[in-house]
């Protein structure tokens, strides 16, 4: 079997692979806690973990912020880990480590520039795999707009971008303009197919109902299935197609 389907052997093996790695995290983040110099162990994290918010590996950032919550204490390695995910557009690590309350605990009252920016700044990373169609995609990007917008205590859309001294608002729509003509194009092309395949659907229905199963008989006219369980399945789900 595993012959015929070598995708299903790779498939394991990322699963093992994943596994391993996970496991020595865990048995690295768990040594490290007995270690004696125990403060010099968030510093040594530190990049591995911006590194794995970076690639969105949801995983090994939960495990160090369960071994060792008080990363989130500091508040430059906060922002810079949010920073992070905001920009590879990680739901769930976004979810994770606002968990923490690290932006307001971090920050303050508002949500510092470098963050913003990463929010209305767009990136090829901004692309999500788990998003198909470009008017999907665009109102994700809002979505993480309005987020922002809620966490931040000031009004969003008129805060000023402190170099080209646009609103927040105006650089993301500026941003997205392409984002936007891509995502009315994927918008009619597939109303346009949607409508072909209504049409069809709606013809071979039409056609059906006035056409009897078996045909039948020829004095009474009433249907030769009539009493066929199957004839009344037919009969209703043609009425209700139409």
Same mark, same amino acid.
């Given at each position: 079997m595993l012959r015929a389907a070598p995708f299903i052997k790779r498939v394991g093996e990322v699963k093992i692979r994943n596994k391993c790695?996970?496991?020595f995290t865990e048995l690295v983040l768990t040594e490290g806690k007995k270690a004696k110099n125990t403060l010099q162990i968030p510093?040594?994290?530190?990049?591995?973990?911006?590194?794995?918010a970076s690639h969105g590996v949801f995983e090994i950032v939960d495990l160090c912020l369960k071994h060792f919550p008080e990363l989130m204490w500091d508040a430059n390695f906060a922002r810079e880990l949010m920073k992070e995910i905001v920009k590879g557009r990680h739901v769930e690590l976004f979810r994770l480590v606002n968990s923490h309350n690290s932006i307001r605990c971090s920050v303050g009252n508002d949500i510092p520039d470098?963050?913003?920016?990463?929010?209305v700044k767009w990136s090829p990373r901004c692309v999500s795999p788990d998003v198909s169609g470009a008017a999907f995609l665009l109102q994700r990007?809002?979505?993480w707009f309005q987020v922002a917008e809620v966490t931040n205590f000031r009004s969003f859309k008129r *805060? $000023?971008?402190?170099?080209?001294?646009k609103s927040y608002w105006e650089i993301f729509v500026e941003e997205r303009k392409e984002l936007h003509k891509e995502a009315e194009k994927w918008i009619k092309s597939t109303s346009s197919s949607c409508s072909v395949v209504a049409t069809l659907i709606i013809t071979v229905t039409f056609a059906a109902a006035?056409?009897?199963?078996?045909?039948?008989h020829s004095d009474s006219g009433i249907p030769i299935f *009539? $009493?066929?369980g199957s004839f009344m399945?037919?009969?209703?789900a043609d009425a209700l197609a139409l």
């Open positions: 790695a996970l496991d510093k040594l994290l530190g990049t591995s973990l911006l590194d794995a470098d963050l913003m920016e990463a929010v990007e809002l979505q *805060l $000023k971008f402190n170099i080209e001294r006035f056409t009897v199963p078996g045909g039948s *009539l $009493k066929n399945v037919f009969a209703v």
